[in-house]
């Protein structure tokens, strides 16, 4: 059992309902009452990783897999499907920034700054050494940190597709640099795909049409409201999205709006508003949200970090036809920005098999889960809820949480009388029961 001692200062029924066990966990769900959701969703906290970024399904086991832009890649369980993480592994922990993470095959992939490595784990049995299973197969991603958080994704075609940002703000750029490349699984015959994307830290393939899709972030340095953020679609290989020539969408930099691109640009299919930073998506393919939201994509925005006024920091909806056309953008999800500030930066969006999704935040190092139609949970904190202490405690003294949501409190009973202390507990619902007496 793992414990935190608790102050019993602020105790009350509602807190007692979702008790954290993690201080950063805590304030990601003290503030959860201030997302903005459509109706008939809900959103809790699914686990507390430290600062999460690309996550990836194991489809066998449900584990999920979790790069950072550190030295680590974490697993979740959720071994007795209760919607929340019973447990996080520290499977790898000598990363130079582990950022991509992908599963195919059986295998697990982790993309770093300079190298691509399968780790073969049959079962994704978390015990085993996975330090020493690593089989790098790809070694040659230029080692530069700028921009060198790699974000990759098996296609249809079992390729895997890989991003390499550009090295700088704005420069002429050499080799993968700017592109997204793809290679077999065994990490051969690599090649470049697409060709002029500055940083792009999210793609996902569109179901029926198994089109790449990519996000990308744009100059810096151009005012608040230049370039916009992109999304592109790379439906053939050797296409040129503009970078270093475009700055971003249509916007040429000065310094290079005489410079001629070496072929034809493709322009976005989707501008969003600039210094937005959208990052990792999903297109929705699950049968828990309405019907209307299958085929569209689900987009975190990361939020702006040089803009006189911060915007971002939430969940975009693209909505496509029938067609597999765009008919336009809208927020999911918002709530993140209040006043100014800022109390949680989305980074990707992964889709579990029951059709909720996750979301990644490395701001408040805790994932989300989005769902729809379920009952709420404790955790969800209804806006509406009204706080009302916890009743009938005989000299309340201390408290400690569990991982499973319970809450311990000794009740010290009165002052120089033997054996009417005890120990009381509350369950996931609030229901309070004794544990132990005579004390």
Known sequence: MILKTLSLATLTASSLLSMPVFADRADAEE?????????????EVYAEVEAPRQMALGQSTGTVFVGTRGKKVFAVVDKNKDRKADKVVTILDDLEVGNGVAVHQGNLYVAEQNRIAIYPAPGFDLSLPFKQMREVIYDQLPDKAHHGWRYIGFGPDNKLYVTVGAPCNICDVSGTEASIILMNADGSDAEI???????????????DTGTLYFTDNNVDMLGDDTPPGELNAAPNKDMHFGFPYYAGGQARHPDWKDKTPPQQVTFPVQEFQAHTASLGFKFYTGDMFPADYKGDAIIAQHGSWNRSSPVGYQLMRVTFNDQHEITGHKPFIDGWLQNGEAWGRPTDVLQLSDGSLLISDDYNDVIYRVSYGESKQASTHDKNTVKKPLTGLNMPESAVATLDGRVFITEIGEFNKQGDGKVSVVDSEGNKSTFATGL
């Open 193 to 207: 795909y697409a060709k002029g994307i500055r940083n792009s830290v999210g793609l996902d393939f569109q179901p």
């Open 31 to 43: 503030n959860l009452h201030k997302l903005n959701l459509p109706e008939g969703f809900s959103i």
